[in-house]
């Protein structure tokens, strides 16, 4: 079966420097997604992205936060100059289709951000 | 703006024994569910979902929903659960015409031999 895959699987950063994390999503997928989860809380939307540009954005996602589809394969999410409360578990999620007739969303198995 | 709350963070059980996890919604708006598992270092898996019809969705591993729309709940059962069903279990759901999933806290569900 497909899968949507994630590196790294563990990311160590110092505060103030930038991070880009990478995500493959399932190859006919359309719609791809970023969610991310604080330790001990609940899973979170952060943006999703269809025909290359940006469809929906939480207020989580400011102006430090950035995505892109840099070819027909990878999804990427930059953040600038990442804060200690930037450390999550962050997940990459794509879809067939979104909207009206919600497809499934398919996770990888997510990138551990830690921030020092 | 939707919320989901699942009731019990941590739910022991032992080998075999029957199981209910437990989510309510709360939305103005009509809404899609799902359940999602996450095994320890992995990703969510998609364990079922409620789009519309049936109120009683069978999903993998044996595991059974059902969306009651009157009392906002879409609790997930499994009449005889296994080790291997130690995870963490996430009710989400999303409102038609949206693609963000709105996720419960999690329900840890451990099985006791």
Redesign the interface.
Known sequence: EPEVTQTPSHQVTQMGQEVILRCVPISNHLYFYWYRQILGQKVEFLVSFYNNEISEKSEIFDDQFSVERPDGSNFTLKIRSTKLEDSAMYFCASSYSGGARNQPQHFGDGTRLSIL | AQSVTQLDSQVPVFEEAPVELRCNYSSSVSV?L?W?VQYP??????LL?Y?SGSTLVKGINGFEAEFNKSQTSFHLRKPSVHISDTAEY?C?V?I???????????TRLTINP
């Open positions: 899609y799902f999602y270092n992995q990703g969510l898996q998609l979902k789009l996430f989400a999303s038609q015409g949206a693609q963000k999933l709105v996720f419960g806290q999690g």
